[in-house]
């Protein structure tokens, strides 16, 4: 996939910007503050309709303005097939177009702009609770399996309607009524998952020898102890479900454990090797991807400095660039990603929130081997 243009509007700190990108790098350079992160959140919000910087999404919107409207031509790099992607958002409501048509999922924008970003904070995904450990399995699941996302939403809705009974304190054969729906949903998202992750592991392996030079096990844990299955666990569980008020067990409480050597990296990894970790999974996400579906998802790489020593900022960027997915990467220091003639790559200079393709980008920059 590729984001040919992006105009916006009121996107915090950018008032307006038409920008034309590169299909391999495009580099967004400018001192702190300049507004180069504010870049690759608006395309990640064009892709997602959400932040990975806020929860509180009015605060994109350039202060001094009530609305902000992010509008993006993407190529299918498959199919060649373009699409304009757009988004309109007030403090109110939000406003989502694909080819002109209004969608109400906002989901639907993710499969034609697909992307990983690796900011700084990436270590979170190791270090929070499993949340962030799900979302990043479930993006794999949902692209390669599209399907995924209606079954999600369905065992979401059973398991309110469980809760809700729990909650209302109902008899164990009207809680159980649910449980049928639960467990045939719960067990089909599970299978995904494991599948997905079967097949990612090997890419996981290859990614952290070859950027760590370490050996990485994943392990999927299920979200119930796995004696007798799903069926077996809520059965068991129902008292204690009855007493909380919840279902605390199945799909919506699994997790992701990163083992070298039979160790968490949490417990073992230094802080540097935990971010190359992180990188690798999404590299390997990324070919994983590729080889099911041909397509390459863009790669956002947020503060590159503060993310790696010199070393390995090398060899991760040659990795990345190896892919051949587009790449949007933002940094203080355009020298720190030796870039030289020849490869296609834009950079484009940020100050106060104005962007300028800048001329050199002529020069047709090329990444060094
Ligand atoms: N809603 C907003 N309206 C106007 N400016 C904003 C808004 N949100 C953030 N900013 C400004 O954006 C700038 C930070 O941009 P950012 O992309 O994070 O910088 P950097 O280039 O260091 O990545 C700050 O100057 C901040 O004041
Ligand atoms: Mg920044």
């Known amino acids: 996939m590729a984001l040919n243009r992006l105009t916006l509007r009121n996107f915090r700190n950018i008032e307006a910007a038409e920008l034309k990108f590169s299909s391999t790098g495009n580099i967004f350079v400018g001192q702190n503050g300049a507004g180069k992160t504010n870049l690759l959140e608006s395309i990640y919000f064009l892709s997602l309709a959400r932040s990975f910087r806020t929860s509180q999404l009015k605060k994109i919107i350039h202060s001094q303005t009530d609305y902000l409207q992010v509008v993006g031509c993407v190529k299918d790099t498959c199919t060649a097939v373009d699409s304009v992607l757009g988004i309109r958002k007030s403090v109110a409501n939000t406003q989502i177009h694909i080819n002109g048509e209004t969608v109400k999922q906002s989901s639907r924008l ?22 962030l450990r799900r979302q990043f399995l479930d993006w794999g699941v949902f692209h390669v399996e599209p399907s995924f996302l209606s079954l999600w939403h369905d065992y979401a809705h059973t398991l309110k309607q469980r809760n809700a009974a729990l909650r209302q304190g109902q008899a164990p054969r009207a ?14 998202i599970t299978d995904l998952r494991k599948a997905y992750l079967h097949k990612l592991q090997p890419h996981i392996r290859y990614y952290c020898l070859l950027l760590i030079g370490l050996d990485v096990d994943v392990e999927y844990r299920l979200g119930w102890l796995n004696e007798g299955g799903f069926a077996h666990a809520l059965k068991k569980g129902l008292e204690l479900d009855r007493q909380q008020g919840y279902t605390r067990m199945g799909p919506h409480r699994a997790d992701l454990v990163f083992k070298n050597e039979n160790t968490r990296v949490q417990d073992y990894f230094s802080r540097g090797q935990q971010k ?35 070393h390995h900022r090398e060899k991760f960027i040659k990795t990345v660039f190896e892919t051949g997915a ?3 990467i933002s940094t203080t220091d355009l020298d720190l990603l030796k870039l030289k003639s020849g ?4 950079v484009f200079h940020v100050e106060r929130g104005e962007v300028t393709e800048m001329v050199h980008s002529g020069m047709q920059t090329e990444i060094s081997q």
């Open 326 to 328: 587009q790449v949007f």
């Open 110 to 131: 993710a499969a034609y702009l697909p992307l990983q970003v690796i900011h700084p904070q990436g270590h979170q995904l190791l270090e929070q609770g499993p949340k």
């Open 343 to 346: 490869s296609g790559c834009k």
């Open 276 to 310: 190359l970790l992180v990188c690798a999974l999404r590299l390997a996400q990324i070919k994983q991807l590729k080889n099911e579906t041909k397509r390459d998802p863009l790669i956002l790489i947020d503060d590159l400095a503060s993310e790696l020593d010199e």
């Open 175 to 188: 809680i159980q009524l649910w449980d049928e729906r639960v467990i045939e949903q719960g067990e089909k």
